[in-house]
C-alpha cells in the first residue's frame, strides 16, 4: 500500500499540479475572505447566496474561520476535479494497464490513490486555512471586527473544529470527482459532469423547489464546511454526505476491480 | 523445475460480438524468444492482456511459471510487458515515469538511471514524456518492461516508430536477455525480424491458434517456391499451366508467378519457357520465410 501512496505522490507533487491547485484554492480563499470583510457593510450582503454576515457574528471566537468555513465548498469543488482528473486520465492515457502489471491488486492501487489524494487535499486544506485566517486577522481593523476572542482557547477550538470539518468536506467532494472519474473514465466528462451538477444543476433545481436542497449530495457536503447551516443542520449533512459517498465508493470500487482493462 | 515460461490451455474470451480468443492453446519454452503473430484483430493484444491480469477469460486457463493466471500477483513482479505501445504520463520527464513505475513495483530507484542508458535515451531521460518522438516513447517503454529485470518479457510491437538502426538494437537486446535466461515473448508485425531472433512461433488468426511450435518446424512444413517474372505479364498464366502440367502449385501475386518447388526445377522450368517463346525477366528460388508461411496460413496480405 505504502508503494501506492508513494507511487501516486510523484505524480501529484508536480509543480504545474501541485502550485496550480493551490493558486485556484488560495484565489476564492482570498476572494471570499475579502468579501466578507471588506462588503461588511453593503446592502446586497457579503456572504455566499447574497446572506449577510455582520459585525456580530465575526466578532466571535470563531470569527477568524467564517471565511474559510465559507470557502470549503468551494475548495471542494477544486479537490473533486483534481481526484476526477487523476483517476480519469489513468484510462485516458492508457497508464492503468502499467499500474496494474506493476500492482496488480486493484483494490490496494485504488485505497493508495485515495489515500495520497487526501494527503494533498490536506495540504491544500491546511494551507488555505492559514492563508484566510491571516486574511482575516489583515482585513479585521479595516472592516472594524474585533479580534480578542479568536485566539483564545475557545477561538483554537473553532479553528480546530472549522478545519476538520472542512478537510471531512473536501475529501468527500474528492471522493466524489474519484468516483466519477472511474465511472466515466474521462477527465472532462468527469469534471465537467461533476462541477455542472454541484455549480449549476443542484442551484437551479434548489431556486425552484428549496425544499430539495436538504437531500442534495453537494450542499450536503458545502453545509459540513460551514459545520451546518440555517437550511440544513450539520448531523444530518454528515450522516447524508457521508451515505452518498460511502454508496459511490463501494460502486465505483466494485467496478474497478472486475471490469476489463481493455484500452 | 518446470521448463516451460507460458503454458495456454484452450484460453478463450468470448464478447457479444464472438469470439476474440477461442480455444487457444500453446506453451512457450524457458528461455526462448517466441513470435506471436496474427492479422490485426487476431486476438494477439487480447491473449496478451489475459496473460497480464487485465482481462478475465470466458474460459479456459494459464500458467506463467507455474502459477494461474487467475492470481496475477504471484507472478507479475517477475513478468516485464509492453502492451499496446508505450502509456505514460505526459507531464512527467521519461525518468520520472519510471521512478513511479519502480516505487509502485518495489524495484530499486537506482535501476532507472541505468535502464535510461541500455535503451539510448541518456540525455533525454529528463525532458518530458510528451517532447518524445514516437521511437524515443518506444524505447522508453521498454526500458519500463525491464524495470523488474524480468524472467518473462511480453512485448506488444516493441519495434513500432523505431529507425531500422533502433530496430537492430532491439533485436540485439531481446537476443541478449534470452542468452542471459529471459524469455521473451513477442508480437510484431515484421515478420521478417521475427523470424531472425524468434525460436518458437505463435501464429494466430481469427482468435485460433493455428500453428505454435518451433519455428524450424514450421519452416519445413513449407516447401521452397520458385518466382517468376514474364517480360510480358499475359505470359503469367502460360507459366501457370507449365507449373501446373507438371504437378507445381502455383498462383499468380503482384504479377509474380509464385510456384511450389525445389530449385532444381527452375532449370526445367525455364527450358519449358523459352520453347513456349516466354522471355523470362526473374527466376528466383526461395526457401520459404516466415512471411509467406503466415500468409499460406492465414490467408491475410493485409
Known sequence: MMRVIRAEWRKLRRPTLFLGTLGAALFFTGLTNTFLYLMIDSEGGNSDRGREVGREVLNLAGGSVYGFSSVGGLLGVIALCVFAAQTAQEYT???????????????????????AMKLFALVLVLISAAVSVGISVALSGRAKVETDLWFTASGFHAIGQTLLNVTISVIYFGIVGMVLGLLLRSPISAISIGVLWLLIIENLIGAVKPVTLDWMPGNQLSTIAQGGSPDVSYSHALILGTLYVFVGSIVAATLFSRRDVAN | MS??????????????????????????????????????????????????????????????????????????????????????????????????????????????????????????????????SLGMKQ??????????????????????????????????????????????????????????????????????VVFAGPLQELMQTQQPIILVKTENASDLQKIIEIAERDGHKATIRSEVAHIEGLAEWAGVLNKKAFDAGIVLTQLAPQLPNLEETFFEMTGDRS
Request: hydrophobic share 40%; glycine share 12%; net charge positive.
Open chain 1, 93 to 115: 492515457y492508457g497508464t492503468l494497464r502499467n499500474l496494474l502489471v506493476r500492482q496488480p491488486g486493484r483494490l490496494r492501487i485504488l485505497a493508495g490513490k485515495l489515500i
Open chain 2, 3 to 132: 521448463t516451460i515460461a507460458i503454458s495456454v490451455k484452450d484460453l478463450s474470451k468470448k464478447y457479444d460480438s464472438g469470439f476474440a480468443v477461442s480455444h487457444a492453446n500453446f506453451e512457450v519454452p524457458i528461455g526462448t524468444i517466441c513470435g506471436f503473430v496474427g492479422p490485426n484483430g487476431a486476438g494477439k493484444t487480447t491473449t496478451i492482456r489475459m496473460l497480464l491480469g487485465l482481462i478475465s477469460p470466458t474460459g479456459g486457463t494459464a500458467q506463467i511459471l507455474g502459477q494461474s493466471i487467475n492470481h496475477p500477483e504471484k507472478y507479475l513482479s517477475q513478468v516485464g510487458a509492453m502492451i499496446e505501445g508505450p502509456a505514460f504520463y505526459p507531464a512527467l520527464s521519461g525518468a520520472e515515469n519510471l521512478k513511479v513505475l519502480a516505487t509502485l513495483g518495489g524495484f530499486p530507484i537506482e535501476r532507472v538511471e541505468e535502464l535510461i542508458r541500455i535503451v539510448g535515451l541518456e540525455g533525454r531521460g529528463h525532458s518530458k514524456y510528451k517532447t518524445y
Open chain 2, 139 to 208: 524505447r522508453l517503454g521498454i526500458a519500463a518492461a525491464l524495470l523488474p529485470n524480468p524472467k518473462i518479457l511480453i512485448l506488444d510491437e516493441p519495434t513500432n516508430g523505431l529507425d531500422p538502426e533502433g530496430i537492430q538494437e532491439v533485436r540485439d537486446l531481446l537476443k541478449k536477455l534470452a542468452s542471459q535466461g529471459t524469455t521473451v515473448f513477442v508480437s510484431s508485425h515484421l515478420l521478417s525480424e521475427l523470424e531472425i531472433i524468434s525460436e518458437y512461433i505463435v501464429i494466430l488468426r481469427k482468435g485460433e
